[in-house]
């Protein structure tokens, strides 16, 4: 079992910055990949940015070049910077930490979220 717990969400006028934490605790030795997903009212859970543990990123195109993700793997931390934000950017931000369970599947585990907010 892995338990993760992100922080970090606030009301933040447009263009501004924010960084979420999420930090992993329990079985974190299984961890390989982690990342953030975001979901708008009404909308579907979309990825925002994954980390291997490798170091390898990847991002949704409406965030490349604002966002951030990072990793320290010696707090089990999971990091998003986000710059330049911009109202529909407004979402719950969610943590998402993938242990594999063996061939090419993978057990995905979830944060509570946290609520961003960008007011125009």
């Known amino acids: 079992q892995v338990q993760l717990v992100e922080s970090g969400g606030a009301l933040v006028q447009d263009g501004g910055s924010l960084r979420l934490s999420c930090t992993a605790s329990g079985d974190t030795i299984c961890i390989s990949a982690m990342g953030w997903y975001r979901q708008a009212p009404g909308k579907q859970r979309e990825l925002v940015a994954q980390i291997t543990s490798g170091g390898s990123t990847n991002y949704a195109d409406s965030v490349k070049g604002r966002f951030t993700i990072s990793r320290d793997n010696a707090k089990n931390t999971l990091y998003l910077q986000m710059n330049s934000l911009k109202p529909e950017d407004t979402a719950v931000y969610y943590c998402?930490?993938?242990?594999?369970?063996?061939?090419?599947?993978?057990?995905?585990?979830w944060g509570q979220g946290t609520q961003v907010t960008v007011s125009s």
């Open positions: 998402n930490a993938l242990c594999p369970t063996g061939g090419s599947t993978h057990y995905a585990y």
